[in-house]
């Protein structure tokens, strides 16, 4: 009786994410670009669905100028409206954006393949104030060279901008190392956890980075290209933020695994030029598989978890399986 007296406040105390958007007055999107800004604060429910607290949404509603101040914080705008609130040409606004002057908080993929970037508008205002040397005119000599010289930063920037995202919305180490995992591709994951039963636990754990589906396998390549890194020194940052991550993680809890299976040892340079010996744990481990088309990040997560399932060792992927149902 007390258990389901518990269960019945718990429930009373929060809303499902679309009623806490309608109290809110906000349409999906912008609840949604909410919760992954931090402006409304979700609790995990029974089921694993988040939900939203009753005193969270007294909060924003008891605010000063609520609801347009919430809904400003929240304003999105693509190049051409970019453009114009920052008083400067599309063109001249590509430049910067390009540039990484200011990360997009958002992307989807149109109907010609092509992706189309979302700014917030105050993140615009805030880089207008502070550079209006680079508004109007010609830009200095030496930093219109630096931009031009630049490549695209914006899916970039977005990647960084999304992972700061998911590692703050989280305490536990092992949600955050799997969010900084879930931008390396399958082989660069490979490489830096040799351990299968901690990559798959990341895998379990693997948040929705974009958020975006689709059912071509066109548009599922593009969002694709945007979610993982590319750049040598990119991927370089994010593999050594993962061992920082992963020595946390192991610090609080190793990762689940059968009884009896202790983790793989930390793969060692080969001494005097020798070779490592094939017959090794690492060495054993499945070569890679070539490239194939990959689901959106909404389902790419699971996706790739189950990929890591399959080279678990045999006999033991029914348990692997198990482990994502409990994650």
């Known amino acids: ?28 999107r912008e609840f949604e670009l909410a919760v992954q800004l931090g402006h409304v604060r979700t609790v995990s429910a029974l089921g694993g ?4 607290t009753r005193e969270e949404i007294a ?7 609520f609801p347009e101040s919430l809904r ?4 999105a705008v693509g190049t051409a409206e970019a453009a114009q609130l920052m008083g400067v040409s599309p063109a001249r606004f590509a430049r910067l954006a390009k540039a990484g002057c200011f990360a997009p908080v958002r992307f989807y993929v149109n109907r010609y393949r092509a992706v189309v970037w979302h700014y917030l508008a105050a993140d615009l205002v805030e880089f ?7 508004l109007t005119g010609r830009m200095p000599p030496g930093l219109r060279l630096e931009l031009e010289g630049r490549d695209d930063q914006r899916a970039r920037s977005w990647r960084a901008r999304r992972l700061d995202q998911l590692t703050g919305r989280t305490a536990d180490p092992w949600e955050q190392a799997a969010a900084v995992a879930a931008v390396l591709a399958p082989d660069q994951l490979a490489d830096a956890v040799p351990d299968p039963y901690e990559r798959a636990y990341a895998s379990a754990l693997r948040p929705d980075l974009a958020g975006i589906r689709s059912d071509s396998a066109a548009a599922r390549e593009v969002i694709e290209r945007v979610t993982l890194a590319v750049d040598a020194d990119e991927i370089g940052r994010h593999r050594d933020r993962l061992a920082l991550a992963l020595a946390a993680a192991r610090a609080a809890r190793p990762a689940p695994r059968p009884d009896g299976h202790e983790p793989a040892a930390p793969a060692r340079e080969p001494v005097g030029g ?17 490239e194939r088309e990959r689901e959106p990040e909404g389902v790419a997560g699971d996706r790739e978890a189950g990929r890591d399932l399959e080279e678990a060792p045999a006999g033991l992927r029914a348990w692997l399986r198990r482990l994502r149902r409990v994650a």
């Open 128 to 134: 207008a104030d502070a550079n209006p040397e680079l």
């Open 49 to 52: 669905r988040p939900r939203v």
């Open 59 to 65: 909060r924003h509603r008891s605010g000063e100028g």
């Open 1 to 28: 009786m007390a258990v389901q007296e518990c269960r019945e406040r718990s429930a009373t105390a929060t809303v499902a994410c679309g009623r806490a958007a309608r109290e809110l007055g906000l349409r999906p």
């Open 274 to 290: 020798a070779q490592e010996d094939s017959r090794s744990d690492l060495a054993a481990e499945p070569e890679p598989e070539p």
């Open 72 to 75: 400003n914080r929240l304003w």
